[in-house]
């Protein structure tokens, strides 16, 4: 047997025309409705009615107003943070079943789930995997250890996923690598493919260094990349190797918060630099787009060759990345 998905839209509108839920929507929504139509009706039904959404979600929704369960992660709107959640569980779903290898079930992380955006996906709707979360915010994990029907962990310190004690064969990470400065991604993915099986895959989000330019010109973007006090000429220049990164959170704030200021800020990256240095950890199988204009993914696989052939294949890999052949 093989199959199995991390956020299986079926089960959703299934659920959403249950006898339980359905006449709710009715209003709303009916039998010829696009399943678009069906998942706006139940963000709109979850936002007007908290009662209603703990039930159909099982899980409650996040506070998302309260800052320090979101420190350092999305946008002050429910409706915003369920859609947006719901289509990136699914555009992380899509490039999962194009990569992966055939398993009756999955062991699947979240790395830096944050108040559960995308978790709560695969924990509710997630088909023969077994989906976990990690955080270094103490608050958020508290926050989804007392709702959500998945285990959580605290990152406690940099680098170190002890908690993880078996082969993964997914790990992805939201809005992470769009964060870390240079010397903190590549450590962090050194450990994230150490815990991964072989033929196993990461997606990784990154925003690409091409985007800087949209700093200069589009003010609203200046204001999301927290870039308003930086000089475009010298951000360009600050990426020259093809990685740029600058601080961008209140250093109190960020401490209080378990996020390290001085390694977490915002960070873009030139798909070269990926091809070139990321290959160490695994091939890069696909870049493609996560959100339209603002995100795209990278999904690295884990070689499959194990012992001498694979240590050799590896550091082959790690001498060409050296080289940049
Ligand atoms: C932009 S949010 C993304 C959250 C979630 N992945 C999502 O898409 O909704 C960034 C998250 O990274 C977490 N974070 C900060 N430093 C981290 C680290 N060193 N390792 C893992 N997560 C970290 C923050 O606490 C925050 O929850």
Redesign the pocket.
Known sequence: MSGGSLFDIGSFISRAKSEEFWPDLRSIVDENSTQSAIVEAVIEKSVNSPDWAQKFYRTPLPNVKDGSL?????VPDIAY?LR??LL?AQTLDAFWRKHREPKDSYKVL??????????RFPAEFGDRIVVRG????EY?VNWIRENFPCAVDR?ER?FDLGFVTEPVDLIY????F???SER?HLL?LESLAGKLAPGGIMLL?FKPLTMVDRIETDPAYRKLARAEKLSVAELKEKAANGYLFYECYDAER?VQ????PV??GNTFIDVGYIRRYWRRFGDVVEIGTAVEGYQDVVVLKKRKVDGIAGWVGDRIAVLRAALGV
């Open positions: 979101n420190f350092a992660s999305g943070t947006a959640g990136n979240d790395f830096g789930c944050g108040s559960g955006r995308i978790l990690c955080e270094v915010n958020a990152i940099p990470a939201w809005s992470i769009t964060h870390f903190e962090w989000t960020s918060h378990g996020v390290d390694t977490f």
